[in-house]
């Protein structure tokens, strides 16, 4: 595993391709491009019969610097990294930032495999990676890459909690189109949600929310923030995906999963806090319970009164004067949330 430093200055933890999968990964890239060759040669020879031999020539180097240098280069510019090879293997090459190769750093990659693997025969590129701690070869060196493994066991950490006040909304969602790589990275910024700074927490929560919105409808309720349109996105895919799960098995569905018909006959439940230093997120001037945020066991903000469990024999009035009922107690105001977030996410339409 390795740390990969974003743009937005957060680190994500990559599982880095091992040297066995690369070569590999090589030796299937570098056999389609043999063939390729031996069908160019074939080609090229019967052509020469019929032309002038300096341009057979000619059109020879061209199309062998086309499958030496263009096969690579094209197969990771229009794949984001993979070429044929890493397709089968499950790799992909990204830059050192996480994001997608660009066609610069496909072209250095490319170019120094010429030196690397057709004139050293691979020599530079085992050294490079035996030395380098990402296993980088000089191709990646040069072209700030890195080879990552994208079939490793996933964890997710603890399931997400639906939010009571997104229940009934979340169970109308159309979730067909929603991509797995879009679900994997909203679950992964709310692992880290509490390890990220406010500003980070809002920016990056309305890029994602945004980005989801495209694939999900209808658009959330206003007034809801970044990370609880998220949770109750990928609490409502996950509850789905047990139920037809339970289906096909025939067990049973998990008793805390609650259905909007079952939420719809509920009053809203008492707000709750996370910790001590956090304080919950409420839509202003909604007047109801404020949305939890993610990844921390909750606790009641007013804890219920004690009710003991035999009843109680009723006793006679005292006489003497009749008081009038004490007021009732007053609520406590919900707070704000503290940081860039006064408003809230609402995805567009």
């Not at 309305?206 to 109750?232: K, Q």
């Not at 008492?270 to 997120?281: D, I, K």
């Not at 503290?338 to 339409?349: L, M, N, S, W």
């Amino acid at each position: 595993m390795s740390d990969v430093v974003t743009g937005e200055a957060v680190v994500v933890e990559v599982r880095v391709a091992q040297l066995p999968s690369r070569a590999a990964a090589l030796l299937i890239d570098m056999t389609v491009q043999i063939l390729m060759l031996l069908g160019i040669s074939l080609l090229v020879g019967s052509l020469g019969l019929l032309s002038d031999p300096a341009l057979t020539t000619m059109v020879y180097l061209v199309l062998t610097v086309l499958v030496i240098v263009g096969y690579p280069v094209a197969f990771e510019t229009l794949t984001r990294g993979r070429s044929l090879g890493k397709l089968a293997l499950g790799l992909r090459v990204v830059s050192d930032d996480g994001g997608p190769e660009r066609f610069r750093q496909a072209l250095f990659r490319g170019l120094a495999g010429v030196l690397e693997f057709w004139m050293l025969s691979g020599a530079p590129a085992l050294i490079s990676s035996l030395i380098s701690e990402k296993g980088k070869r000089l191709g990646d060196v040069f072209s700030g890459t890195i080879v990552i493994s994208e079939r490793a066991p996933r964890q997710y950490g603890p399931p997400l909690d639906m939010p009571p006040q997104l229940a009934s909304w979340a169970a109308t969602l159309e979730l067909s189109r929603l991509p797995e790589q879009v679900a994997a990275t909203a679950r992964q910024y709310l692992m880290r949600w509490h390890d990220l700074a406010p500003a980070v927490q809002h920016g990056m929560g309305v890029r994602i929310a945004t980005e989801m919105s495209a694939f999900v409808s209808p658009p959330a309720p206003p007034g809801v923030p970044p990370f609880a349109y998220l949770t109750a996105v990928l609490a409502e895919r996950r509850r789905r995906e047990q139920a037809r799960l339970a289906q096909r098995t025939g067990t049973p569905r998990p008793a805390q999963q609650w259905s909007a018909q079952q939420w719809s006959g509920h009053a809203s439940p008492q707000p709750y806090l996370t910790a001590p230093s956090l304080r919950p997120y409420a839509p202003p001037g909604s007047g109801g319970p404020p949305y939890a945020p993610p990844g921390a066991a909750p606790e009641p903000y007013d804890r219920p009164a004690y009710r003991p469990s035999q009843p109680r024999i009723p006793l006679p009035p005292p006489a003497g004067p009749s008081y009038p009922a004490p007021p009732p107690p007053a609520t406590r105001p919900v707070e704000q949330a503290p940081g860039p977030t006064p408003g809230g996410f609402v995805p567009p339409a």
